[in-house]
């Protein structure tokens, strides 16, 4: 197979541009050996005026080919973690061929910014071309080759960590149930092995964590670059807002959502009757002892789920029946399966993909209709001609999936939805509540990064350890964390991103916050929001992430009166739940 990948390669039509193979399966099990010819092909052909746009479309479907090879070998390798030949596969593609694809777009981008070419709808991919020409340096190439090695050995870390549960060997996300428990003790129980079992790879963890910081900001200074955290500005495309800005995010949000995430607290201390709300009281449902069972079998899963999305949008609903159709979604929990869920684009056919690990419990649900929301954004993007117009920044992608979490969560009920009208009004509570508690979360961990890359002190472990708890009570005030201090160190080595994803966390918070814009204006016009929604996912990255959002009609939001406006709404729609929860007047919440 290989060797006929490279034969077509050597194929080369009059026009200069290299032959692509006719689908992606032709590069499963190519190596870089085979894929570098195409990439010499382009970068050698003569481009002359007239002919940009053919020369461009062929290194877009060779992007696309080689997106959708390596999709299919994470499909492969995730939803069989034994099979070997799918792990090789996987790990080929993230480990070889997309760092060596990585420079060859830098070497493209160049060839293609010196004809100064450019068409409607390019803008925003030569503005990104641009930067990742002018950060790009050759002695960087081995320092990320050794930063995701570094990456992989956290994961490593933390994917091997167990711990002894009623004599039986349990990882920390299977501890997650326990921390829902009624019982008090079992969920103290549950969050102290859980916290110790980070705290037993402390050293491990800082010492990776000491070699990552030294790295980046190698990179960073190599770069031209003041420190890592500028470097991951210009690296993330972040064009249309600053560190000052997240600064005043973190301001903003000190100031408008801790009050009100105190005040559910207090709630929540009120209901459990606990004299201080500790940190393993945080994850029980206050209100009710009934656990949801939203389905029994896979059947069960997708079929209300169709229903809830025809009601958001009938389009929307037509999409979801084409990924069952198509086979492009992977759900249940199977022995061997990678744990989590995601969903990937399967750029050449343009398809996505979601993978999940559903056990039949209403997390399930939540996950399904997040990561459909990105499988929309994927089917409306599609259209645009080139693969780099298709994807948008994390801004943008998790607003699209957020939104549909939000707009989803009206239907939850049946006759569309899972649930009786009692358990809905639950389950929504209990998002709403969780999206309070998050923005304080993601502040945190924003404003711990700053401090990581701009102190000058992110290198000292002991320094770094203790402004995460002084940022941590900046953000979180009204849990009582007495005598759990290593405890809450232990809550920053579970960050995955401060790890794996720098900077990415800030994101979560804007789309957040734009998300619920689109479900206030869903509340007065549900037809004309979901429209917008529509329009602004189907641009892709065309536009800049302000003209995205605002085509959604709503707007980035880093001010706290506004965020205020908005934490308002969602405590008072959980206290309008509630009290018809308490009353008994339910029907009307369906
Ligand atoms: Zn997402």
């Not at 991951?232 to 005043?248: G, I, L, T, V």
């Given at each position: 197979?290989?060797?006929?990948?490279?034969?077509?390669?050597?194929?080369?039509?009059?026009?200069?541009?290299?032959?692509?193979?006719?689908?992606?399966?032709?590069?499963?099990?190519?190596?870089?050996?085979?894929?570098?010819?195409?990439?010499?092909?382009?970068?050698?052909?003569?481009?002359?005026?007239?002919?940009?746009?053919?020369?461009?479309?062929?290194?877009?479907?060779?992007?696309?080919?080689?997106?959708?090879?390596?999709?299919?070998?994470?499909?492969?390798?995730?939803?069989?973690?034994?099979?070997?030949?799918a792990e090789a596969a996987h790990l080929r593609f993230a480990m070889e061929i997309y760092p060596k694809v990585d420079e060859q777009q830098v070497r493209l981008a160049r060839k293609l910014l010196a004809l100064g070419y450019t068409e409607p709808g390019l803008e925003t991919t030569l503005k990104k071309f641009r930067t990742d020409d002018a950060i790009f340096r050759e002695e960087n190439v081995p320092r990320f080759a050794k930063l995701e090695e570094l990456e992989a050995?956290?994961?490593?870390?933390?994917?091997?960590?167990?711990?002894?549960?009623?004599?039986?060997?349990?990882?920390?996300?299977?501890?997650?149930?326990?921390?829902?428990?009624?019982?008090?003790?079992?969920?103290?129980?549950?969050?102290?092995?859980?916290?110790q079992a980070y705290l037993d790879k402390r050293d491990e963890l800082e010492d990776i964590f000491d070699?990552?910081?030294?790295?980046?900001?190698?990179?960073?200074?190599?770069?031209?670059?003041?420190?890592?955290?500028?470097?991951?500005?210009?690296?993330?495309?972040?064009?249309?807002?600053?560190?000052?800005?997240?600064?005043?995010?973190?301001?903003?949000?000190?100031?408008?959502?801790?009050?009100?995430?105190?005040?559910?607290?207090?709630?929540?201390?009120?209901?459990?009757?606990?004299?201080?709300?500790?940190?393993?009281?945080?994850?029980?449902?206050?209100?009710?002892?009934?656990?949801?069972r939203p389905f029994e079998d896979t059947p069960g899963f997708l079929a209300p789920a169709e229903r809830i999305f025809n009601r958001v949008d009938s389009e929307l609903g037509g999409q979801f029946r084409t990924l069952e159709a198509e086979r492009l979604l992977d759900l249940e929990s199977r022995p061997g399966k990678a744990p989590g869920g995601y969903c990937?684009?399967?750029?050449?056919?343009?398809?996505?993909?979601?993978?999940?690990?559903?056990?039949?419990?209403?997390?399930?649900?939540?996950?399904?209709?997040?990561?459909?929301?990105?499988?929309?954004?994927?089917?409306?993007?599609?259209?645009?001609?080139?693969?780099?117009q298709r994807s948008s920044g994390h801004e943008a992608a998790e607003l699209a999936s957020m939104s549909m979490e939000l707009l989803a969560g009206r239907y939850l009920a049946r006759p569309e939805g899972y649930y009786s009208a009692i358990d809905a009004a639950n389950a929504q509570v209990e998002h709403l509540e969780d999206v309070l508690y998050a923005l304080p979360h993601i502040a945190c961990v924003d404003a711990f990064q700053h401090w990581i890359y701009t102190s000058g002190k992110g290198g000292d472990r002991d320094a770094r350890d203790a402004a995460w708890l002084e940022i941590r009570r900046r953000f979180e005030p009204s849990v009582d964390w007495t005598g759990l201090e290593l405890e809450r160190v232990a809550r920053w080595l579970r960050q995955s991103h401060i790890f794996t994803s720098p900077f990415y966390y800030i994101e979560y918070g804007l789309a957040q916050l734009g998300a619920l814009?689109?479900?206030?204006?869903?509340?007065?016009?549900?037809?004309?929001?979901?429209?917008?929604?529509?329009?602004?996912?189907?641009?892709?990255?065309?536009?800049?992430?302000?003209?995205?959002?605002?085509?959604a009609g709503v707007k980035l939001v880093f001010d706290a009166p506004t965020m205020a406006e908005l934490v308002a709404l969602v405590e008072e729609r959980i206290e309008t739940l509630r009290s018809m929860l308490r009353s008994g007047e339910v029907a009307a919440v369906a």
């Open positions: 197979m290989s060797s006929r990948v490279t034969d077509d390669a050597e194929r080369v039509p009059a026009n200069g541009l290299p032959l692509l193979p006719d689908s992606p399966t032709a590069f499963m099990d190519a190596t870089w050996d085979d894929v570098a010819p195409y990439y010499e092909a382009l970068a050698a052909a003569e481009i002359t005026p007239g002919r940009e746009r053919e020369w461009l479309t062929v290194w877009s479907e060779l992007d696309a080919m080689l997106g959708e090879a390596g999709s299919l070998a994470m499909i492969a390798y995730t939803a069989n973690t034994g099979d070997e030949a050995g956290y994961d490593k870390v933390v994917g091997s960590l167990s711990v002894e549960w009623d004599g039986e060997r349990k990882t920390i996300p299977q501890l997650q149930p326990f921390m829902q428990s009624r019982d008090r003790e079992e969920r103290e129980r549950a969050f102290r092995l859980s916290a070699r990552q910081y030294a790295l980046r900001q190698e990179v960073a200074q190599a770069a031209g670059f003041p420190d890592y955290m500028r470097f991951a500005f210009a690296a993330k495309y972040r064009f249309d807002y600053s560190p000052e800005d997240c600064r005043h995010f973190h301001d903003a949000v000190e100031k408008a959502v801790v009050p009100v995430a105190a005040r559910q607290h207090e709630y929540r201390r009120q209901r459990l009757g606990v004299t201080t709300l500790r940190p393993w009281d945080l994850a029980v449902n206050p209100d009710t002892d009934a656990r949801l990937t684009t399967l750029q050449w056919r343009g398809r996505p993909f979601i993978y999940m690990n559903a056990v039949g419990v209403h997390d399930d649900v939540s996950t399904l209709v997040h990561e459909a929301g990105h499988a929309f954004h994927a089917f409306l993007a599609h259209p645009h001609p080139y693969v780099w814009q689109v479900w206030r204006d869903s509340l007065r016009d549900h037809p004309a929001a979901v429209a917008r929604y529509k329009q602004a996912l189907a641009l892709g990255g065309t536009v800049p992430l302000p003209e995205m959002y605002r085509t």
